[in-house]
């Protein structure tokens, strides 16, 4: 396999490269009879059969260039032209013969190169047809395509209709590229001898298609005129026969008309007297007639005069519709609008109430706080007061050590010559008694610093006290504006009642206008299609059909009611029964 890959590329360059040669030599249109175009196709139809799978049908089995070639037009659309003109010919009956006329009008249209590119680009196709070592399936197939590019210089008019391509014999002459120099000097006078003769052949060809084509026009002319001449002769006699009977019509006119104004003169003279007296009539009946019109002007003065007031009273009342049409509108913007404020009062009071429930809190914790700083007042206060009063025991001890020790000195001067014996015992008691007063006044001290820490103690539980009287105040404006919000939430309750209640009023008039039970907000609790509980998230809605409570998801539809011509919302079953009775009033 592999060594005839190499033999039918070997050919395919030769044979192309001498058509090419040849054809630029040549120096015009090829055709059909050419010998290296023959070569070439013979080649090209030994490279596309080459590892063609055998295919089992009724008559035995077959090999067939038609099936890959016919995929092409799958591949490019512009190769359809090519498969549709080779289907229509008369003369092929074989797929061969079908294969060969298709490259035959793909040289012609130089695409030849590009339609077998895009075939074996698609290996899964050409694997339904060839072997896996077949030319095209290899890269001597892609160097092949790759060649027949330079075919695209050549210009070639090929008669497809008139070669048996079924029956031709696809051998390779292989002599065409075995000439020595003679041979080559001989061929080419044959080829200048062939190339005269052809020439000739191709203008005289050219010279009866062109008269053949100048003949069947004549004739065609020729027929036409024959056919418009039938039918002038046609349209004569016709004519000729209506210019007969119009001329016995005429006559049969003039007779009928002279008998017609012998009538008439009579009819005239008749009238004559007639119109006297009808004149005299209309004389004595065109005052009444003339008293009757004033009349019937009068009363058509008084119709249009009412019928004005009527109109007038129809635009009012035409007015008034539309603006109860439009307040209705606006009622029921103003009624969901109205909803959507509650909702959001409603989430602002649930907000409001877990404010007012940490603030009870925090306000229970302040007061507990209160109480536990009044007890620790009321204790640094007795403190206080027991240390004042030992203050003034000290006070009143440090005068008395302080008269002692003027009475011992004046007694110590009195009798200190008497007492001259006793003066070691004084000294002694006059040292103790100063270690005493030395330690009382250390006492002293460290009851004068005890109580600054008091003092400093004191000021700082009345920083604190104006503190927490700080949040008492605030607590008690947090308390002021609770009793403010519950008011409000009292109105507000108030307000969306009596907007309950308008809507109610509003659902039942417009069940009365509209012939459906108005089911009430609180008769539902459910949605009567999906039975889930309304919310606060899951909203009330009414059909402006049958009146019922549905969810919004399954009330999202609008339609126009005969109650309202613009579109109301309704429930998913009205809808659908509105549509099926739209449909079958329209069918």
């Avoid at 298709?102 to 040289?107: E, G, H, I, K, N």
């Avoid at 307000?495 to 089911?519: D, F, H, N, P, T």
Wanted: proline share 2%.
């Amino acid at each position: 396999m592999a060594m005839e890959r190499a033999n039918l590329l070997n050919m395919a360059k030769l044979s192309i490269k001498g058509l090419i040669e040849s054809a630029l030599s040549f120096g015009r249109t090829l055709d059909s009879d050419y010998p290296p175009l023959q070569q070439f196709f013979v080649v090209m139809e030994h490279c596309l059969k080459h590892g063609l799978k055998v295919k089992k049908s009724f008559l035995g089995y077959n090999k067939s260039l038609w099936g890959p070639l016919e995929m092409v037009e799958k591949l490019c659309p512009e190769a359809g032209e090519i498969a549709a003109s080779v289907r229509d010919l008369p003369g092929l009956k074989t797929p061969l013969g079908r294969a060969r006329a298709w490259l035959r009008l793909a040289l012609m249209q130089k695409k030849l190169a590009d339609y077998l590119r895009l075939l074996i680009t698609r290996k899964d196709i050409l694997s339904e047809f060839y072997e896996n070592s077949a030319v095209m399936l290899e890269e001597e197939g892609a160097v092949i395509v790759g060649l027949l590019v330079g075919l695209n210089v050549i210009d070639a008019n090929l008669c497809v209709k008139g070669e048996d391509l079924d029956t031709q014999v696809g051998v390779i002459d292989f002599s065409m590229y075995l000439k020595n120099d003679i041979d080559d000097y001989r061929s080419e006078e044959r080829n200048g001898q062939i190339a005269a003769i052809l020439d000739q052949k191709n203008y005289v060809e050219e010279l009866n298609r062109q008269l053949n084509s100048t003949v069947q026009g004549l004739q065609g002319r020729v027929e036409s005129l024959e056919k418009s001449n039938s039918k002038l002769i046609e349209e004569l006699a016709i004519a000729k026969n209506n210019i007969i009977k119009l001329q016995e019509e005429n006559h049969q006119l003039r007779t009928e008309n002279s008998v017609i104004l012998m009538k008439t003169q009579q009819r005239l003279e008749i009238a004559e007297g007639d119109l006297n007296c009808e004149l005299d009539t209309y004389k004595q009946s065109r005052q009444g007639l003339d008293e009757m019109y004033n009349e019937a002007r009068r009363q058509l003065k008084e119709e249009c005069q009412l019928r004005q007031d009527v109109e007038n009273e129809l635009v009012v009342q035409v007015s008034m519709k539309q603006e109860m049409e439009m307040a209705m509108k606006l009622l029921e913007k103003d009624i969901h609008e109205k909803q959507d404020t509650l909702i959001g009062l409603r989430h602002q009071l649930d907000d409001v109430k877990a404010i007012n429930v940490e603030m009870y809190q925090k306000m229970q914790s302040s007061d507990d706080n209160m109480r536990q700083k009044n007890d620790m007042i009321a204790r640094l206060e007795e403190k206080t007061n027991q240390i004042t009063a030992t203050m003034k025991q000290l006070e009143q001890r440090l005068q008395d050590a302080e008269r002692e020790r003027a009475g011992a000195e004046d007694g110590v001067r009195k009798f200190k010559q008497d007492f001259t014996n006793k003066a070691d015992s004084l000294q002694k008691q006059i040292s103790q008694r100063e270690k005493q007063m030395m330690q009382l006044e250390t006492d002293l001290k460290i009851e004068r610093d005890w109580r600054q820490t008091l003092q400093n103690d004191l000021e700082r539980e009345r920083e604190t006290i104006v503190q927490l009287t700080a949040e008492a105040q605030q607590i008690n404006g947090l308390k002021k504006e609770f009793h403010r919000l519950q008011d409000e939430n009292t109105q507000l309750k108030g307000i969306c009642e009596e907007q309950e209640q308008a809507l109610e009023e509003l659902g039942c008039k417009l069940s009365e206008y509209g012939g459906q039970v108005w089911l009430k907000d609180k008769d539902a609790t459910h949605c009567k299609l999906c039975e889930k509980e309304f919310s606060i998230s899951r909203r009330k809605h009414h059909c402006r059909n049958c009146g019922e409570i549905f969810c919004n998801t399954c009330s999202d539809n609008e339609l126009p009611l005969p109650a309202s011509p613009k579109p109301v919302r309704v429930c998913d079953t009205c809808h659908a029964l509105l549509l099926q009775r739209c449909s079958s009033n329209a069918t």
